[in-house]
């Protein structure tokens, strides 16, 4: 018996478990961050996120919703990668002036994972005629890119410089 062809609706399933189980694992992540930040404003963006966060997990349940599955997430190895090398940086630099440059690079590369996530399902609802999925995604990542824009800001304008400064 010939196994059936995998669909679209499926992988935007799929991948719908996969960026829920990633963004329940940057919200524990980013209070830890939050405490290690140096920079008062790196440290605000983090916090800012957090809140953010939790609006764009109930989002998702939304979509859940709308597709009439349970919220659930499965693993994610590339938000675990990316989210180790955040701890990995917090440990390695601890103390030192570039560790601020460090914690907002890896916060910009998760923020690009999921910006990569987010576009690609909500062009997968529109395919699939899910509008009003469609719209909560388009919603989260509106959010995603100015976060990623605000993190671009805060280390040209400043913790860059506090990086290097300090160094000199």
């Known amino acids: 018996m010939a196994k059936e062809p995998k669909?679209?609706?499926?992988?935007?399933?799929?991948?719908?478990?996969?960026?829920?189980y990633a963004e329940?694992?940057?919200?524990?992540?980013?209070?830890?961050?939050?405490?290690?930040?140096?920079?008062?404003?790196?440290?605000?963006?983090?916090?800012?996120?957090?809140?953010?966060?939790?609006g764009?997990?109930?989002?998702?349940e939304q979509v859940f919703e709308l597709?009439?599955?349970k919220p659930q997430g499965k693993k994610c190895p590339a938000i675990e990668g990316i989210l180790d090398e955040g701890q990995e940086i917090i440990k390695e630099f601890k103390g030192s002036?570039?560790?601020?440059?460090?914690?907002?690079?890896?916060?910009?590369?998760?923020?690009?994972?999921?910006i990569s996530r987010y576009g690609t399902l909500r062009t997968w609802a529109e395919e699939l005629d899910l509008g009003d999925a469609a719209k909560l995604l388009q919603q989260t990542l509106d959010e995603?890119?100015?976060?990623?824009?605000?993190?671009?800001?805060?280390?040209e304008a400043v913790v860059n410089q506090e990086a290097q400064a300090e160094a000199a």
Do not use: C, W
């Not at 764009?56 to 998702?60: G, S, V």
């Not at 890119?145 to 800001?153: N, R």
């Open 24 to 54: 329940k694992k940057i919200l524990s992540a980013l209070p830890k961050m939050a405490k290690a930040a140096q920079n008062d404003d790196l440290r605000a963006a983090f916090e800012k996120h957090h809140g953010e966060t939790e």
């Open 144 to 155: 995603e890119e100015a976060t990623d824009e605000a993190l671009t800001e805060l280390a």
């Open 67 to 69: 597709i009439e599955e």
């Open 97 to 114: 002036p570039a560790l601020d440059a460090g914690m907002l690079a890896a916060a910009q590369a998760v923020e690009h994972y999921e």
């Open 7 to 20: 669909q679209l609706d499926e992988l935007f399933h799929d991948t719908l478990k996969d960026i829920y």
């Open 56 to 60: 764009q997990i109930e989002r998702l």
